[in-house]
C-alpha cells in the first residue's frame, strides 16, 4: 500500500487548527474593540449631557433671577394715605432698586421682600397695613392704610405714640419720627410714662386734632403751627407753639373758631406787633392778653 506524502496533505491539516485560533483571536479583539467604542461613546454622551445641563441651569438661573422678563416694572398703589401717591411711588421704587445680600435683585418678581418694603415704609409713614400681591411676571400691587388718630407725645426725650383714646401703644425712635405729619405734643412736667398709660382726656385730644387740622385755615398773618404744649397730663389748656418763636394758649371752654377768630381781628387790626410777643393768651372771652 503506497503512502501519499505529498506536501499539500501535510499543510492542509497542519494548517487547520492555526486558522481556528487566529478567527478567535479576531472576534475577542473585536469585541474588546466594541466595548471599548461603547464606553467612550457613553461617557462622552454623559459629559455632553452635564454640560448641557449646567448651560440650562445658567440660562435659567439667568432668564427667572436677572433677566427683564421677571424684572418688576409695574406697581399699583391702592388704600387710604394723605401723603402724595408720587412720593409714595418714590419710597417703592427706592426700596425695589435694592439688592439682598448684595447679590439677588429685590426687583426681581420672585426675589423681591415684602418686609424689605414695609420696613422701608415704616420708617417714613405709620400704617396700619401694608400688603403686596404680585402679579406675573412684572407687576406690584401695594395696599396701604394708614393709622388714624394718632399724637405723638414727647417728655423726658423720649417719644411715644398715643391713640384717640389717649393711650400710648407705642415707644418709637427720633428718627422715624422725622415728617411724620402728626401732632406732636410736648409734656411740659416731664412726666414718666410707659405703653398702656394714658396721658390726656378725650375732650384735649379732640381739641387738639381739631387745632392741629383747622389752624392753617384761619388765615392768621405771619403764623404758622409748630407743635403743642402742656403743662401736665390733667392740663386744662393748651400751649400751641409757633415757627416764629411765640406760643398761643388755647382752652377747649371756648371754640376754636371763636379765639383763633379774634386773634386775628387783633393782628389784621395791627394790635399786635408778633416780633415783641411771647405768648397771646385768647382762653379769656372777648380779650386778647399778649407779653
Not at 405723638?152 to 405714640?161: A, K, Q, R
Not at 405734643?185 to 405703653?195: K, P, Q, R
Not at 381739641?207 to 392740663?235: C, H, M, N, Q, W
Request: glycine letters at 4%; a positive charge.
Amino acid at each position: 500500500m503506497k503512502r501519499d506524502y505529498s506536501r499539500s496533505k501535510f499543510t492542509s491539516k497542519a494548517q487547520t487548527p492555526r486558522s481556528s485560533g487566529q478567527s478567535a483571536g479576531r472576534v475577542t479583539r473585536s469585541k474588546r474593540t466594541y466595548e471599548y467604542l461603547h464606553e467612550r461613546a457613553v461617557s462622552l454622551r454623559r459629559r455632553v449631557l452635564r454640560y448641557l445641563g449646567i448651560v440650562l441651569i445658567i440660562f435659567l438661573v439667568y432668564l427667572l433671577f436677572y433677566s427683564e422678563s421677571f424684572k418688576i416694572k409695574h406697581v399699583v398703589i391702592s388704600g387710604h394715605v394723605e401723603a402724595p401717591i408720587a412720593e409714595i411711588e418714590e419710597v417703592i421704587w427706592q426700596s425695589i432698586r435694592r439688592y439682598s445680600w448684595l447679590v439677588f435683585p429685590q426687583d426681581n418678581y420672585f426675589f423681591f421682600s415684602e418686609k424689605k418694603l414695609q420696613r422701608d415704609f415704616q420708617k417714613k409713614y405709620l400704617l396700619d397695613e401694608l400688603s403686596v400681591e404680585k402679579i406675573p411676571p412684572d407687576t406690584l400691587l401695594v395696599e396701604l392704610i394708614e393709622r388714624a388718630g394718632q399724637f405723638i407725645w414727647v417728655t423726658n426725650e423720649v417719644i411715644y405714640l398715643f391713640n384717640l383714646d389717649g393711650e400710648i401703644f407705642k415707644e418709637v425712635p427720633a428718627r422715624e419720627m422725622v415728617n411724620v405729619g402728626l401732632p406732636v405734643i410736648y409734656d411740659n412736667s416731664e412726666s414718666l410714662v410707659a405703653v398702656g398709660d394714658r396721658v390726656l382726656d378725650s375732650g384735649m385730644i379732640n381739641f387738639i386734632a381739631e387745632a392741629y387740622e383747622k389752624f392753617a385755615e384761619f388765615g392768621l398773618p405771619a403764623t404758622e403751627l409748630d407743635s403743642f404744649r402742656v403743662d401736665s397730663t390733667k392740663a386744662n389748656f393748651i400751649r400751641l407753639s409757633t415757627k416764629q418763636g411765640f406760643e398761643i394758649h388755647l382752652t377747649p371752654a371756648l371754640g376754636l373758631d371763636q379765639q383763633l377768630n379774634k386773634l386775628k381781628r387783633s393782628l389784621e387790626a395791627g394790635k399786635i406787633d408778633l416780633n415783641k410777643v411771647d405768648y397771646i393768651n385768647l382762653r379769656l372771652d372777648n380779650q386778647v392778653i399778649y407779653k
